[in-house]
């Protein structure tokens, strides 16, 4: 492990909690550039975008519930890792369109024409590609920033719930079959049991 730069006494110009992860070799500015991505994905890609969409699940109040979940789960990854990117020495872009087009993810836009299924598979599709981001700051993190990794990794728990949940609505919907989630319905929307450390379900 390289030697952790020292940090003087008194000494605002850097930080002991970056210099000790940079030690261990983390990249930190990419690190801080890919959260700053996924925020993005998680606040303008799922959280403003999902609610468009379950305002068109109408007709469907358990698709609608279970895209009420996922949307409010990603307002808390992004509650969640905001305040980490500060703590790393980086910051939001002062500009929402540029903080919009900057995710790492493509933004879950109401499908044409706007069915379950169209609506369903692209809820689908979003969850794989933050499955995906988060399991990159996972790799980036792992054995040398436990902060940052026991975050990513809470967020990621979720994630593949919401993967799950969709295959098993599009499937029933689109494909007539039955492939089980597991899913049982959260205690209330938003629920979020790893990324607000609530009691998750185990009866
Ligand atoms: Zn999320
Ligand atoms: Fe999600």
């Not at 990603?74 to 969640?80: P, T």
């Given at each position: 492990?390289?030697?952790?730069?020292?940090?003087?006494y008194?000494?605002?110009?850097?930080?002991?909690?970056?210099?000790?992860?940079r030690?261990?070799?983390?990249?930190?500015?990419?690190?801080?550039?890919?959260?700053?991505?996924?925020?993005?994905?998680?606040?303008?890609?799922?959280?403003?975008?999902?609610?468009?969409?379950r305002?068109?699940?109408?007709?469907?109040?358990?698709?609608?519930?279970?895209?009420?979940?996922?949307?409010?789960?990603?307002?808390?990854h992004?509650?969640?890792?905001?305040?980490?990117?500060?703590?790393?020495?980086?910051?939001?872009?002062?500009d929402?369109p540029?903080?919009?087009?900057?995710?790492?993810?493509?933004?879950?836009?109401l499908?044409?024409?706007?069915?379950?299924?169209?609506?369903?598979?692209?809820?689908?599709?979003?969850?794989?590609?933050?499955?995906?981001?988060?399991?990159?700051?996972?790799?980036?993190?792992?054995?040398k920033?436990?902060?940052?990794?026991?975050?990513?990794?809470?967020i990621?728990?979720?994630?593949?719930?919401h993967?799950?949940?969709?295959?098993?609505?599009?499937?029933?919907?689109?494909?007539?079959?039955?492939?089980?989630?597991?899913?049982?319905?959260?205690?209330?929307?938003?629920?979020?049991?790893y990324?607000?450390n609530?009691?998750?379900?185990?009866?």
């Amino acid at each position: 492990m390289a030697e952790a730069k020292k940090i003087g006494y008194g000494d605002l110009t850097g930080r002991v909690g970056v210099e000790e992860i940079r030690a261990r070799g983390v990249d930190v500015d990419l690190l801080i550039k890919k959260l700053i991505a996924n925020a993005a994905a998680e606040f303008s890609s799922t959280y403003y975008y999902y609610t468009i969409l379950r305002m068109h699940l109408a007709g469907h109040e358990d698709y609608k519930e279970i895209c009420e979940d996922a949307r409010l789960e990603d307002r808390a990854h992004w509650e969640l890792i905001v305040p980490r990117i500060y703590e790393l020495g980086g910051e939001l872009p002062n500009d929402l369109p540029a903080f919009h087009n900057g995710a790492g993810c493509a933004p879950a836009k109401l499908p044409s024409p706007p069915t379950a299924v169209n609506i369903l598979t692209l809820l689908l599709e979003s969850e794989r590609c933050a499955i995906r981001s988060w399991s990159e700051i996972c790799d980036l993190t792992f054995g040398k920033d436990p902060r940052t990794y026991d975050m990513a990794a809470r967020i990621l728990n979720e994630e593949i719930e919401h993967e799950a949940w969709f295959i098993e609505l599009l499937a029933q919907e689109r494909d007539h079959k039955t492939i089980p989630s597991g899913h049982f319905r959260r205690g209330e929307p938003g629920e979020a049991p790893y990324s607000k450390n609530r009691r998750f379900y185990n009866p």
